[in-house]
């Protein structure tokens, strides 16, 4: 068993083109010897966004702290603590904090085998 | 896209044998159409507890309020909000409220085929 607080794990900067100000923690990794499931928690700064794209895999989404908008096909969905978004694979998404503050969400994807 | 806030969803008292006082929420599921993995959302009354048991599927974990126990084979470990656990399949595990608040925390597991 491991158990330690999230922001013990190394932050992360993702370099991927189209974020901007995001952070992220794989804090249930292959590292931890997970072996179906990768949970990791996000921070998107004021202003901050992911790219709006798809991907063959889905994520589930749980929102932790602040507010957020979650872009789909359709338009802007605004989020807050405690709400769960559940993205299937192929989907357009977003993710963007226009506020004022940081944004924490955990978001889970399958293991790429 | 799904999104809607954890309280939404039907609330279930899990009869499993061993279990006390606790409720659980599956937020993300088949339902949803979800095929890799489950996300739960438990809490655990003042004086509720989870049996001691193992079985072959890992727990992903990440406590949103309240503290609790976590029991191993090892002992006790008081965990708190942030606190994110990774129990392994097999591992003998038991989640416990010995406090007098509500305890409530995110468990996936995968999606047993």
Chains 1, 2 share one sequence.
């Not at 083109?17 to 952070?23: A, I, L």
């Not at 603590?81 to 978001?107: A, L």
Request: hydrophobic share 35%.
């Amino acid at each position: 068993m491991i158990i330690r607080h999230y922001t013990e794990v190394e932050e992360i900067i993702p370099e991927e083109q189209g974020v901007n100000k995001v952070k992220m923690r794989r804090v249930i990794a292959e590292k931890e010897g997970a072996e179906n499931f990768v949970m990791r928690v996000f921070e998107i700064e004021p202003g901050g966004n992911t790219p709006l794209h798809s991907h063959t895999w889905e994520h589930e989404v749980f929102i932790l702290s602040g507010t957020g908008i979650v872009v789909d096909q359709l338009g802007e969905n605004e989020v807050k603590t405690g709400d769960v978004v559940f993205v299937p694979g192929e989907e357009k998404h977003q993710f963007r904090n226009p506020g004022d503050k940081p944004w924490e969400f955990i978001c889970l994807i399958p293991m790429r085998k």
